[in-house]
């Protein structure tokens, strides 16, 4: 069976609705379980076991959330040298246009040698249902391309 690990920061809650979102788009496809974590709780071990990836970060300042860059700093030097190599998807809840996020989030990912495999999805200011749902699709589309071994 697949993994789809889902990590996320959230301090306004915001975060949460749309990591809340693509869980349950990854939940309707067989064959793939989904794990969903808060960014201070989730671990090295959680990357490693995970065949594909969604990362949900609120946009702070312009930037990648504490939260989520925490996650990183902790894991970074437990992954092999030669990366993990695992496809991943991105979900912004954004004050200003979340292109600063999504950047520092790709120069990251690269020390991990992942590989995007998603449009980013980046929902401005209040949490709509038309992004709930593109969560939703992300969610699902990740899980079907593990689920099909496309990714």
């Not at 808060?38 to 702070?60: K, Q, S």
């Not at 496809?87 to 990912?109: C, H, K, M, T, W």
């Not at 980046?122 to 699902?140: D, N, P, V, Y």
């Amino acid at each position: 069976m697949k993994r789809l690990l889902i990590i996320y920061h959230t301090q306004s809650g915001a975060t949460r609705l749309m990591a809340n979102a693509a869980y349950q788009g990854a939940k309707t496809i067989e064959g793939v379980e989904v794990i969903l974590r808060r960014a201070m709780e989730a671990c090295a071990d959680d990357l490693l076991a995970a065949d594909g990836v969604l990362f949900g970060t609120p946009e702070n300042l312009g930037y990648l959330s504490g939260g989520l860059k925490d996650f990183f700093d902790r894991t970074f030097y437990a992954m092999p040298e030669e990366g993990i190599h695992l496809p991943y998807g991105l979900f912004i809840s954004a004050g200003n246009d979340g292109s600063g996020a999504e950047r520092q989030l790709q120069r990251i990912v690269q020390g991990y040698r992942l590989k995007v495999v998603a449009d980013t999805v980046i929902e401005r200011g209040e949490i709509t249902e038309l992004g709930l749902q593109r969560c939703h699709e992300l969610g699902a589309a990740m899980a079907t391309g593990l689920e099909m071994g496309i990714f």
